[in-house]
């Protein structure tokens, strides 16, 4: 199975009742991911080791470090899967701004990013895109029901892009702001538009979930968990639909509603 490479296997003590019998369980396998950015070394990243090309391009341009594909020159990943070097026309401001913020978000794993509230200069997103109700119903239950590595673990987060011909680009990783930045790397190594399409993510809508979704463009961001506050705030600024609690037939429209088809 591909996955079987990221798995980990333990030895465990289970309570059954008033039994303690002795199993053999797996876990997910965590790393700190190196990236070199022309030469230098710029962060470390903990997270599953799988798409480290896409995490890197995710990344950087959810940070505005490089504005599209056209400004990578080269990207190679060692041979052990633990860095990724690129090499790249970059916007210096947002590397300063990077290293000087480091904001610790509220993702799990822990993730660092220079783009606080206030630092986004990203025109607001006025798409007249629109999608139907019944369709995110219905693309929720499988983004759920189809995540192999969580039903191997429980110990995992998922991102999925829906696109305007219905195709889906799905990541999974431990932390929820890396699912996104594979899922949109992936995207963007393929060429794909992500101006018209729908960010299906798992756990909560915190701000640093919702300003991927401001960088890049993508009008509509969906979870069957909560909103924070400053995430309902920032999505409603630039332009974004926010949709929380999408369960079944029911769904918490937060910001901008007029893309939903009901």
Known sequence: MENDK?????????????EVKEFEDVTIDEVRLNLYLNGQKTISM???????????IGFLMSENVISSMKDIEKIHI???????????????DSIANLYKEKTLTSGCGGGITGNIDGNIKVAFNQTSFLIKANTISSEIKIFYKESELYNLTGCVHKAMIYLLDGQTITAEDIGRHNAIDKAIGKCKIQGLDTTKSLLFVSG???????????????????SRTAPTYLGVQIAHKHGITLIGFARGKRMNIYTHQGRIDV
């Open 78 to 92: 060692s041979e052990d899967g633990l860095k990724v070097y690129v090499d790249a026309k970059i916007n210096k």
């Open 6 to 18: 990221y798995l980990k296997t333990v030895i465990i003590d289970k309570l059954i009742g008033n």
């Open 46 to 56: 903990m997270c599953i080791p799988k798409d480290q090309d896409a995490h890197a």
């Open 204 to 222: 909560r809508l915190s701000s640093e979930m919702v300003i991927k979704s401001v960088m890049h463009k993508i009008p509509i961001i969906i």
